[in-house]
C-alpha cells in the first residue's frame, strides 16, 4: 500500500497509467449514461487534469484545488449498483487524492506514508 494513494499509484509512471485508464472507463460510461451530468463533470475534470500535467508540468495549487471528482462520484453514486461506475469509484478517489496532494515518487511509494 502506498500511503493513502492507493495500491496501484506509487509515483507519476502509476497516476498517469490510471489516468489514462479511468478517461478510458468514464468516457465509455458517459457514452452508456449520457444524461448523467455528474459522469460528464468527472469526464471534464479527467481532461483537465492530463492538460494540467502534460509534458511533465506541475499543476499549480489552485488546479488540485479544483477537481472534485472523488466527493462527487461518493456523493452522486454512493448507492449506485452499476458495475461500471461501482469499478470506476476507487479508481478515480485514488487519483483525485494523489493529484491533490501532486506527492513526489518518493513520498507516493512510501507505506507509511499518512497524507
Do not use: C, H
Not at 36 to 45: D, F, G, H, R, T
Not at 49 to 57: C, D, L, V
Not at 107 to 112: L, R
Amino acid at each position: 500500500m502506498a500511503g493513502m494513494f492507493g495500491d496501484a499509484i506509487n509515483g507519476r509512471a502509476d497516476f498517469f497509467l490510471q489516468l489514462t485508464q479511468a478517461q478510458r472507463l468514464v468516457s465509455t460510461l458517459v457514452q452508456r449514461l449520457p444524461d448523467e451530468a455528474p459522469l460528464k463533470a468527472v469526464e471534464n475534470q479527467l481532461a483537465s487534469i492530463a492538460e494540467w500535467t502534460a509534458n511533465g508540468r506541475t499543476p499549480t495549487a489552485q488546479e488540485r484545488k479544483r477537481v472534485t471528482m472523488g466527493l462527487l462520484m461518493f456523493k452522486e453514486y454512493d448507492t449506485s449498483d452499476d458495475d461500471g461506475i461501482y469499478d470506476v469509484r476507487p479508481k478515480l478517489s485514488s487519483l483525485d487524492t494523489y493529484f491533490k496532494f501532486w506527492p513526489d515518487d518518493k513520498t507516493a511509494a512510501d507505506p507509511e506514508n499518512p497524507s
